[in-house]
């Protein structure tokens, strides 16, 4: 699991997240979420490597040098 930075352009994409999310109601915003986790899901295919990314991903998981902002 990459644990570095690895965007080309995390501020673009950030910004294409936030504006994909513009004008929906907070059940079509999860909804919204779901699908992408899915569709990204499905481009990396490797389950264990997912694992690790849930595993990351939780609170209290193992610390990773990506800085993610809210």
Do not use: W
């Not at 994409?13 to 915003?29: I, V």
């Not at 899915?38 to 690790?52: C, F, H, K, P």
């Not at 939780?58 to 990773?64: A, D, L």
């Amino acid at each position: 699991m990459k644990t570095t930075l690895n965007f080309q352009d995390a501020d673009a994409f950030y910004e294409s997240l936030l504006d994909a999310h513009q004008g929906l109601s907070r059940e079509q915003s999860e909804l919204l979420n779901a699908r992408l986790i899915l569709l990204m899901a499905n481009q990396l295919g490797n389950t264990q490597l997912l694992r690790e990314c849930i595993a990351a991903a939780r609170p209290g998981g193992p610390e990773t040098s990506v800085v993610l902002h809210a």
